[in-house]
């Protein structure tokens, strides 16, 4: 009785897991972009001023990208997330601890930062109530589309880049909000679909 509990479990367990990975999606214009999580692979956010240690052990740094105000590293974790974690609450760091994702087969990780597409020029003031609400700062607008702003987000607790555009994006009141992702391969840049501004 006890093994079929146990079977039980775990097959409720890989179908979770499953549904987790299959829901995981950002938003390009309005349509949903699915992701897949590349797993042992994690990144990590940080205020460029902090100093990247490694956080556990057993974590190996693999990259890391600075851009602006933001520096994100990338680790080959060899346990489990939650030493990882544990490792940083613990030393009450303003970093942001988050998957990384395949786009293309690629390591896909998301920089930070989010473009978002206004409905109208007049909504900057919106944007700049929805910034305060889910603790992001307005960059700069684009040179060539000044309907879109670049925002960063704040590093911190359980803040994923990829969530938070998603958020973002369905309040309903702006065109688009995209994460921008660094992609290995592609000579080390972001990704992001104003490829004239790269």
């Given amino acids: 009785m006890n093994k079929l509990?146990?079977?039980v479990?775990?097959?409720i367990a890989i179908s979770l897991m499953a549904s987790a990975q299959a829901q995981t999606f950002y938003y390009r214009g309005s349509e949903k972009v699915p992701l897949a999580l590349q797993p042992g692979r994690k990144?990590?956010?940080c205020d460029a001023k902090a100093e990247i240690t490694l956080p556990h052990k057993g974590d190996k740094l693999y990259k890391t990208f600075r851009?602006?105000?933001l520096v994100t590293a990338i680790y080959d974790?060899?346990?489990?997330?939650a030493p990882l974690t544990n490792s940083f609450k613990s030393k009450k760091s303003n970093c942001s601890i988050y998957?990384?994702?395949?786009m293309n087969s690629l390591t896909a990780t998301p920089s930070g930062y989010i473009h978002v597409q206004l409905k109208n020029l007049s909504d900057t003031i919106l944007l700049k109530n929805i910034c305060e609400k889910f603790d992001c700062v307005i960059e700069r607008t684009s040179r060539s589309y000044p309907d879109i702003y670049r925002i960063r987000i704040i590093p911190g607790?359980?803040?994923?880049?990829?969530?938070?555009?998603n958020l973002i994006y369905e309040t309903g009141f702006f065109l688009s909000a995209e994460p921008i992702f660094w992609v290995?391969?592609?000579q080390d840049t972001s990704y992001d679909t104003l490829t004239q501004e790269q």
């Fill in 5 to 7: 509990k146990y079977i």
């Fill in 9 to 11: 479990t775990l097959i």
């Fill in 43 to 45: 990144a990590m956010l």
């Fill in 67 to 69: 851009s602006g105000s």
């Fill in 77 to 81: 974790e060899t346990d489990s997330l």
């Fill in 99 to 102: 998957e990384c994702y395949y």
């Fill in 157 to 165: 607790e359980g803040r994923n880049p990829v969530n938070i555009a």
């Fill in 184 to 186: 290995e391969g592609l």
